[in-house]
């Protein structure tokens, strides 16, 4: 996940620097007023999203693959200390009604 999230990053701030060169070169209009570094950065991730939907479709497979798999061991791991616990505690309901 944290390898996704990186590429991810990579490709905003690759699309930034391209933005922002286009805006000051002037090839891309300005933000108005005072609002031009928002303006950068909204163009910066309208751009990058659709890039990194298609580029990074298999490592996103890849990453809920692995969420996937984490959240299965711990359904199995809370399963597992669930039954642990009734077994516990039958046991001692067990012990309680013998005595």
Request: proline share 2%; hydrophobic share 50%; aromatic share 6%.
């Amino acid at each position: 996940m944290l390898r996704y999230t990186l590429m991810r990053l990579g490709i905003f701030a690759g699309c930034l620097v391209v933005v922002w060169g286009l805006v000051y070169s002037g090839l891309a209009p300005r933000g108005l007023g005072a609002s031009n570094g928002l303006w950068i950065v909204t163009l910066a991730l309208l751009i990058s999203a659709p890039i990194s939907f298609v580029v990074l479709r298999k490592e996103r497979d890849r990453a809920s693959v692995q969420v996937a798999q984490r959240v299965d061991r711990m359904k199995a791991n809370l399963e597992a200390s669930r039954s642990q616990e009734d077994v516990a505690d039958d046991a001692s309901r067990a012990q309680g009604q013998a005595s």
